[in-house]
């Protein structure tokens, strides 16, 4: 997803430097964010007459968070769901870039809990959605310690992406995590029952409820290891209705993890 966000906000006009574990990672991910805006020039997609290249001559990319430029503005971490290591990031992105908004994309973690140890006042989460340059919302997940005037702030900063906002108080799951993946592990459940196929559960939520997308597809594009964790924290955190499905859980042993390997509920 980083490199979806990286597109966004390239487009919008900001200068964006991509941040990764080591130099390698670093060119991948500039590779990845190629690939997406210019799969977005030859759609049409792209704003005015502004061409891939003329966005990608405003990223670069470090190796080495503490390479990260002292005046940024905005840092949204995109690192997965563990909070130790979203703490041990952030931290390292507080010390480095000492006036930044630290935004974490986090689907699910507790932000109050990720800004223990941290300036809390500018920590807050700024939830996209997979594939970022296609997807409409951002929610934005505030906390006690989170000033309104900064909220306020990166809620400018989001609809000038071209989103549209959502704001919602720091709880488990947030809003949108939590319904979907409610329906999704029911879901998960009926092809484990034999209710129903995942093809026939899918379009009965598309042209019976007006979804753009299927309830089990949506979770081969998240990565059933990522919905797998969601529900396995917001069970510890919310009872035994988030209890994942068996079937969820051999999946994910299997190695399918949906779109990223070929395999989940579908063939991709």
């Not at 990764?20 to 997406?36: F, I, K, L, Y």
């Not at 919302?137 to 306020?152: C, I, N, Y």
């Not at 999946?251 to 070929?262: I, N, S």
Request: hydrophobic share 45%; glycine share 12%; aromatic share 4%.
């Amino acid at each position: 997803m980083g490199a979806g966000i990286a597109h966004v906000f390239l487009a919008a006009g900001s200068a964006v430097v991509l941040a990764e574990a080591d130099a390698a990672r670093a060119e991948a991910g500039r590779a990845a964010v190629a690939a997406s805006v210019g799969k977005a020039q030859d759609r049409g997609k792209l704003p005015g007459d502004v061409t891939a290249a003329d966005l990608l001559g405003r990223l670069t990319t470090v190796a080495d968070l503490a390479d990260l430029p002292a005046d940024t503005g905005l840092v949204v971490e995109a690192v997965p769901e563990d909070i130790a290591l979203k703490q041990r990031v952030l931290g390292e992105v507080a010390r480095a870039c000492p006036e930044a908004v630290l935004a974490s994309n986090t689907s699910s973690l507790s932000i109050t809990a990720l800004a223990e140890g941290l300036p809390g006042e500018r920590v807050l989460g700024m939830h996209f959605f997979n594939p970022v340059p296609v997807q409409a919302l951002v929610e934005l997940v505030h906390h006690a310690g989170l000033p309104a005037e900064r909220l306020a702030r990166v809620r400018g900063w989001a609809e000038a992406l071209g989103k549209t906002v959502i704001e919602v108080r720091d709880s488990p799951g947030f809003a949108t995590s939590r319904l979907g993946v409610a329906v999704g592990l029911e879901a998960i459940r009926m092809v484990e029952e034999g209710v129903a196929s995942p093809e026939d559960i899918d379009t009965g939520m598309k042209l019976g409820y007006g979804w753009p997308m299927g309830p089990l597809r949506l979770t081969d594009l998240v990565g059933l290891d990522v919905r797998l964790s969601i529900a396995e924290h917001l069970t510890r955190e919310l009872g035994d209705r988030f209890t994942p499905p068996r079937l969820l859980r051999d999946k994910v042993a299997r190695g399918e993890l949906g779109r990223k390997t070929g395999q989940g509920f579908f063939t991709w």
